[in-house]
């Protein structure tokens, strides 16, 4: 099974940077996903880390480190835009289900 | 128009009857899954199905049952609904070449 923990909630001010701390204990790792979920809406993909490293996208990058069981989701300049819930998921390797975390509500003010 | 649709959106329900949530697709992928979303508790995979004749339980299928009628189709049924199913509830879709998974729009189901 999957044991994923991430903060409640983050605030930060407009333009700022904001980092998204995910720590997971698992039986089987196969890659770890961040996804944004809008009040109401479906969560949607924003980044996937199968290697330790850094992925980046933009704004946006996410670090993956195996052997610590831990990620972060970096949220670079932020826009009013980025308020939203940000979940962290991992991949069990021996059925491909994603277990999520509670997710990490972020808020930006101006 | 969306990949993964949803229907109905919302729904409001008395304790006891009969519910079905209904998810359809047109990106042409095997696998499909629903979850429920509680405040709190994030997303939890209910049932699992890698292709028609594939069914799975996830970690909270009690109270739940599904049908595959298609590739393109999967249906969540709550046979005698209960005020603790009150939840959000997502369809999700993965290709078999695919990473990532794809949500529909949600179903906000209240169980009176």
């Known amino acids: 099974g999957q044991n994923i923990d991430q903060p409640t909630e983050m605030t930060a001010t407009e333009g700022a940077i904001v980092q998204i701390n995910c720590t997971y204990q698992t039986s089987g790792f196969n890659g770890l996903f961040w996804y944004q979920q809008h009040a109401g809406e479906a969560p949607t993909f924003l980044s996937y880390?199968?290697?330790?490293g850094l992925e980046e996208k933009g704004r946006f990058s996410s670090f993956l480190s195996r052997s610590k069981g831990y990620s972060y989701l970096l949220l670079k300049e932020l826009q009013m835009k980025d308020s939203a819930s940000y979940l962290c998921?991992?991949?069990?390797?021996?059925?491909?289900?994603?277990?999520f975390g509670a997710g990490t509500t972020v808020t930006v003010r101006a | 128009d969306a990949d993964v649709t949803q229907t109905p959106r919302n729904r409001i329900t008395k304790t006891g009857k009969r519910i079905m949530l209904e998810c359809s697709q047109t990106?042409?992928?095997?696998?499909m899954y629903w979850y429920r979303q509680d405040p709190g508790l994030g997303l939890r995979l209910i049932y699992y199905?890698?292709?028609?004749?594939?069914?799975n339980k996830g970690e909270i299928s009690d109270g739940y049952s599904v049908s595959r009628q298609a590739q393109a189709k999967f249906s969540l049924s709550l046979e005698s609904a209960i005020p603790n199913q009150t939840a959000l509830y997502f369809c999700?879709?993965?290709?078999?070449?695919?990473?990532?998974?794809?949500f529909g729009p949600g179903t906000r189901l209240t169980v009176l």
């Open positions: 880390n199968v290697l330790d």
């Open positions: 199905s890698f292709d028609v004749k594939d069914i």
């Open positions: 990106k042409g992928h095997d696998r």
């Open positions: 998921a991992v991949r069990d390797r021996n059925d491909y289900k994603l277990s």
């Open positions: 999700a879709t993965r290709g078999p070449l695919s990473d990532t998974q794809y």
